[in-house]
């Protein structure tokens, strides 16, 4: 007498009293439990992703035709990019994921992880120090270009080095004393 009925009645009285984003994440974890919405949802990532790195390369390369799609492209690039990101990383951000999440949270990268961060929070710094310190105009060709942003990224992967091991790694060791 009171079984389906109550169930409906809780279930939409609590779906009512909850905010919005409550219930998309709700909704998203229940067509998360479906395998073939997770396998659609990384596919569809990598073709989306895949898609968008070809698109550039080919409008990159008609760009003398046409002004305008290339500037387009350019211009919107961003958005199917950051939706192809959002539909591979998004079973794994609720559990799934499988070799794929295994691979990319496997212990391996945590030390490289730790110092790429700390060379792109240093990185801007090196290279507003690099542009300050140049005396001439830098002129704008291949190999200055090339040999100025790896000796950048050189510096600032040294720089977040030394910091990691001048005051991450003794924070650590100190903290871990204290608990």
Known sequence: MFGSETL?????????????????????????????????????GCILATGTV????????????????????????????C???VLLFLPMMFGYGGLLQKFLTHRLWVGSSKLVFGAYLVGPLVVAISN????TPRSI????????????ITFSMVIALL???????????????VT
Request: aromatic share 16%.
């Open 8 to 44: 409906n009645v809780l279930r939409h009285s609590s779906l009512h009293s909850t905010s919005v984003r409550d219930r998309c994440t709700y909704r998203i974890l229940l067509c998360l439990n479906y395998k073939r919405f997770r396998v659609v949802c990384i596919w569809s």
């Open 54 to 81: 070809m698109m550039s390369w080919f409008l990159v390369g008609q760009e003398r035709d046409c002004e305008l799609q290339p500037r387009w492209f350019v211009t919107m690039a961003t958005l199917p990019w």
């Open 83 to 85: 939706l192809a990101m």
């Open 132 to 135: 300050a310190i140049q005396e």
């Open 141 to 152: 060709n291949g190999v200055a270009f090339f040999y100025n942003a790896w000796g950048n």
């Open 163 to 177: 910091f990691h091991l001048v005051i991450e790694q003794p924070t650590m060791f100190l903290t871990r004393d």
